[in-house]
């Protein structure tokens, strides 16, 4: 048997994401992978890849490009350098990770697969969110039928808390819609299935008391004819949770999830009773009233496991990580298909498109959002 190619790793950012996700798996996984190259600004992050992995480090990252040396880029750049990193990349004759967002319109999220066709090359999005292992369990439970059909999903991805970091300004494409939305509407758009395009509600607000003008609010919708309607609230304002990070309705159960825990019920129609139709009026004063063939089931994460989640809005596992890259090495050596095709997230980046037209202009007023103190109101109602 003939060893296992080892890829040669590039990552352009060393931050929560080029670090704490990419770096950190890829170095646990030797037999795959070999990171041998790091761009990031800050000195100490690049004297900790020479240290950590024995990588080249750089200061930018199209130098690690014209460097070379590598077979796979990773772009864990912040947001607004997704795209020209990728197109560099890719021009360059790299096989490319792009991290979420990977665009704000179509347009540029074409050029991107556009220009991998044209150099022949692999660009694999990074959706490891839909590889979780609640949400795998749940599209199975969804697709066995035993819910009936599925007729509304609603999932929150919130919590309460303040920001102030570069995410909180719009022209670094910050906000919770770039930031949360990419795993809230990838699993949306999975769950809404392929029938038809969404059409969308979106409405997006910013109350940051701080600098920040980004979206810090987003609450949208997705509904067409023959799919669900699936509501999808973003929030930095939830400071109690709607139960549990999802509910599902169907015309024979309900199920509700967490990201370790999924509870779901249903009932066989063969085995349900027939009662006959009441034609005319109620019968002795009351609604009708059954008991059904109730069945109710569970599945819980394994406790050793969920050790390892990391996370505040979306509790993550790195099992994501580890099927998305085993996938990628299969697609680099084998050809294999990807789990998360670019085709997919265009849909996504439609969304945000679509998203952001229905909401133009400042989010935030001039004036700011912190309002006077109470008395100062009821100083001025009094005059």
Same mark, same amino acid.
């Given at each position: 048997?003939?060893?296992?190619?080892?890829? *040669?790793?590039?990552?352009?950012?060393?931050?929560?994401?080029?670090y704490k996700i990419h770096a950190h798996w890829l170095k646990q996984d030797p037999a795959r992978f070999r990171i041998v190259a790091v761009a990031d600004q800050l000195p100490e992050r690049r004297r900790d890849a020479i240290g950590e992995f024995g990588a080249r480090a750089f200061k930018d990252y199209r130098d690690m490009l014209r460097a070379g040396g590598f077979d796979l880029f990773v772009n864990a750049l912040p947001t607004p350098l997704h795209v020209p990193g990728v197109l560099e990349a890719l021009r360059s004759?790299?096989?490319?990770?792009?991290?979420? %967002?990977?665009a704000g319109t179509v347009r540029d999220f074409d050029r991107m697969t556009a220009t991998a066709r044209r150099e022949g090359r692999l660009l694999a999005p990074f959706q490891n969110n839909r590889l979780q292992p609640f949400f795998l369990k749940m599209r199975e439970i969804l697709a066995s039928g035993v819910l009936g059909d599925i007729l509304y999903i609603r999932s929150h991805w919130g919590g309460y808390a303040r920001r102030w970091d570069w995410q909180t300004f719009r022209r670094n494409m910050g906000g919770v819609l770039f930031n949360t939305g990419p795993h809230a509407i990838d699993q949306a758009l999975a769950l809404f299935g392929d029938r038809e395009e969404p059409k969308v509600f979106c409405k997006m607000m910013c109350h940051n008391s701080l600098e920040g003008d980004a979206d810090d609010f987003c609450a949208l919708s997705l509904h067409g004819r023959h799919s669900p309607l699936i509501e999808i609230l973003?929030?930095?304002?939830?400071?109690?949770?709607?139960?549990?990070?999802?509910?599902?309705?169907?015309?024979?159960?309900?199920?509700?999830?967490?990201?370790?825990?999924?509870?779901? $019920?249903?009932?066989? %129609? *063969?085995?349900? %009773?027939?009662? $006959?139709?009441?034609? *005319?009026?109620?019968?002795?004063?009351?609604y009708p009233s059954e008991t059904l063939p109730w069945v109710e089931e569970s599945w819980s994460l394994d406790k050793e496991q969920a050790r390892n989640v990391v996370g505040y809005t979306l509790k993550s596992l790195p099992t994501g990580v580890a099927l998305f890259y085993a996938n990628v090495h299969e697609a680099i050596t084998q050809k294999a298909e990807l789990l998360i095709r670019p085709a997919e997230v265009r849909r996504q980046i439609a969304v945000f498109e679509e998203c952001f037209r229905q909401n133009p202009g400042p989010? $935030?007023? $001039?004036?700011?959002?912190? %309002?006077p103190a109470r008395g100062a109101r009821q100083a001025k109602a009094r005059g």
């Open positions: 048997m003939s060893e296992q190619r080892v890829i *040669r790793v590039a990552i352009a950012g060393q931050g929560r994401s080029g004759g790299y096989d490319v990770v792009a991290e979420k %967002p990977m973003i929030s930095q304002y939830q400071v109690y949770p709607q139960g549990e990070m999802y509910n599902v309705s169907g015309t024979l159960g309900g199920l509700t999830a967490n990201w370790n825990e999924i509870r779901w $019920k249903y009932y066989d %129609p *063969r085995q349900a %009773p027939r009662p $006959k139709m009441w034609r *005319r009026w109620s019968v002795d004063r009351a989010l $935030k007023s $001039k004036a700011g959002q912190r %309002p």
